[in-house]
C-alpha cells in the first residue's frame, strides 16, 4: 500500500472535467485508489467514481491523502500524483 499527499493547485479544483480525468485515469490501473481529505471534512473518495471524486468538493489548496494499493500501485500512484501535480493540464 502507497499513501501520500497531493494537492489541488489548478484554480477551479477538482471540477467536473477534471475529476473525469482523474477517473479515466484511476480505470487504466487494477490498483484500488481512493482519497481522503486531511481537513476536517472526514470525506472520502474512490478514485474510480465520479460521483464520490466530486463529493470531494475539492478547491484549490485542498491537501487529499491518496492511499493505492494493489498489484499496480507503485505505477497508479505516480500517474496519479502526475496529473495533480500538473493541474490537471490546466495551468
Known amino acids: 500500500m502507497i499513501e501520500l499527499e497531493v494537492e489541488i493547485v489548478n484554480h477551479l479544483g477538482l471540477h467536473a472535467r477534471a475529476a473525469a480525468q482523474l477517473v479515466r485515469l ?3 490501473f487494477q490498483s484500488k485508489i481512493n482519497l481522503e481529505r486531511n481537513d476536517n ?3 472520502a ?3 474510480k ?7 470531494l468538493a475539492a478547491a484549490k489548496g485542498t491537501r487529499l491523502k491518496l492511499i493505492v494499493e494493489g ?9 496519479v500524483e502526475e496529473i495533480f501535480a ?6
Not at 467514481?49 to 463529493?55: K, P, Q, T
Not at 500538473?86 to 495551468?91: D, I, K, M, T, V
Request: charged share 15%; aromatic share 4%; net charge negative.
Open 86 to 91: 500538473g493541474g490537471f493540464g490546466e495551468l
Open 71 to 79: 498489484v499496480d500501485e507503485e505505477k497508479a500512484s505516480a500517474a
Open 45 to 47: 473518495a474512490n478514485a
Open 49 to 55: 467514481s465520479i460521483l464520490s471524486v466530486l463529493n
Open 26 to 28: 484511476a480505470h487504466s
Open 41 to 43: 471534512a472526514a470525506i
